[in-house]
């Protein structure tokens, strides 16, 4: 699977109530939680974002509660993947469950500047920047894991795998 778009930077710690504020947890349906992504960091993100644009961001991202309004609103926004120096556990897991693919990159969010073009090969753990012309490595995904997400989330896969009823 490969990914490209713009780099949207975010720093540390960056927690769920700030992905998607408590006040528009009354919904599930991706594009309006999508509309209200990163609202308390950059009232104008969702605005600005193009499909398929990327979140890279620093360490402990998507620390907090264990909502997958998280994940879902930042896939319901358009973006494509996010990179960051590490996950909150649950939020790792939350997203791949949703079909978002998240990758861990100590190099990307030191290096990597806002707006860049950046392409990941998520197969091979390379990300290169376009931009500036270099390349960075990230952990890559277990085959199984980029089945899920290739599939649309764990659900889906399940469905597929015929491992449920409809």
Not at 53 to 60: F, Q
């Amino acid at each position: 699977m490969k990914i490209k778009g713009k780099a949207w930077k975010f720093g540390d710690n960056i927690n769920t109530d700030e992905i998607i504020a408590a006040r528009y947890l009354n919904t599930f349906d991706e594009k309006e939680l999508g509309s209200y992504c990163m609202e308390d960091i950059d009232k104008d993100f969702s605005q600005k974002i193009s499909k398929g644009d990327i979140i890279v961001a620093g360490k402990n991202f998507g620390c907090g509660s264990s909502r997958e309004h998280a994940p879902i609103a930042i896939k319901g926004c358009g973006i494509s993947c996010v990179i960051a120096e590490s996950f909150a556990r649950i939020f790792y897991r939350n997203a791949i469950n949703i079909g978002l693919p998240i990758l861990i990159s100590k190099d990307a969010h030191k290096k990597i500047k806002e707006k860049n073009l950046i392409e990941i090969d998520v197969s091979k753990g390379i990300i290169n920047n376009i931009t500036q012309k270099k390349t960075y490595s990230t952990e890559k995904f277990a085959d199984f894991m980029q089945d899920i997400v290739n599939s649309g989330g764990l659900l889906k896969w399940i469905r597929k795998k015929g491992l449920a009823k409809r």
